[in-house]
């Protein structure tokens, strides 16, 4: 059984930062791409982010894209949301994911794509 484990939410003011992490608990880690996604209240889960294992290659939503930094250290067994700019509109609660399949370097963009969560932490940017 593969244990996720963010940190790192809070409560901040909008054009601020915030570094989300999520700690794995697999050995097998660096074989994995890893995601990060989000849910508002009364909303669908959406994608945010994703990393590919090995060559690291991100992949961002447009809603984030410029703003937001995913990185991984496996040494570390973590993945990193690096979150700037913050707006009211990015409140939720997120989610970092492990993909399904060992070894997929393809964009993952469905929730059905990933198999193992985190419980969340939350976000919560005031205007």
């Known amino acids: 059984q593969v244990q996720l484990v963010e940190s790192g939410g809070g409560l901040v003011q909008a054009g601020g930062s915030l570094r989300l992490s999520c700690v794995s608990s697999?050995?097998?880690?660096?074989?994995?791409?890893m995601g990060w996604f989000r849910q508002a209240p009364g909303k669908e889960r959406e994608f945010v982010a994703r990393?590919?294992?090995?060559?690291?290659?991100?992949y961002y939503a447009d809603s984030v894209k410029g703003r937001f930094t995913i990185s991984r250290d496996d040494a570390q067994n973590t993945v990193f949301l690096q979150m700037n700019s913050l707006k009211p509109e990015d409140t939720a609660a997120y989610y970092c994911?492990?993909?399904?399949?060992?070894?997929?370097?393809?964009?993952?963009?469905?929730?059905?794509?990933?198999?193992?969560w985190g419980q969340g932490t939350q976000v919560t940017v005031s205007s």
């Open positions: 994911a492990r993909d399904r399949h060992p070894q997929r370097l393809a964009v993952q963009l469905q929730t059905s794509e990933y198999d193992y």
């Open positions: 697999e050995r097998t880690f660096s074989r994995y791409s």
């Open positions: 990393i590919s294992w090995s060559v690291g290659r991100t």
